[in-house]
């Protein structure tokens, strides 16, 4: 069993920068794939980046691309996401996300484990 636990969020003006942070528990996770979403209230839950087990691998929507790096710290159990630039439109819940394949990475469906979710607010 994969716990997961999201710290970070906050609130934050156009423009600024957060730093989210995924912890998990096990002694599995250098072997998880990790992914961040996000959802707002009426809308699926929208992936957001993921990276593969070793880091060496990173994917983005292309609505963060650029603004965002993904990271991992398999001693330390945590990976984290950089967002800078944030606009209005990233206000939502963030929620790390975790998965043993490296497959349907956007699907939220596919992934086995997740966190409690960050609540994340950009203002103008």
């Known amino acids: 069993q994969v716990q997961l636990v999201e710290s970070g969020g906050g609130l934050v003006q156009a423009g600024g920068s957060l730093r989210l942070s995924c912890a998990a528990s096990?002694?599995?996770?250098?072997?998880?794939?990790m992914g961040w979403f996000r959802q707002t209230p009426g809308k699926e839950r929208e992936w957001v980046s993921a990276?593969?087990?070793?880091?060496?691998?990173?994917y983005y929507a292309d609505s963060v691309k650029g603004r965002s790096t993904i990271s991992r710290d398999n001693a330390q159990n945590t990976v984290c996401l950089q967002m800078n630039n944030l606009k209005p439109d990233a206000t939502a819940v963030y929620y790390c996300?975790?998965?043993?394949?490296?497959?349907?990475?956007?699907?939220?469906?596919?992934?086995?484990?997740w966190g409690q979710g960050t609540q994340v607010t950009v203002s103008l």
């Open positions: 990276i593969s087990w070793s880091g060496g691998i990173k």
């Open positions: 996300a975790a998965k043993y394949r490296e497959l349907s990475l956007a699907d939220a469906a596919n992934y086995d484990y």
């Open positions: 096990g002694r599995t996770f250098s072997r998880l794939v």
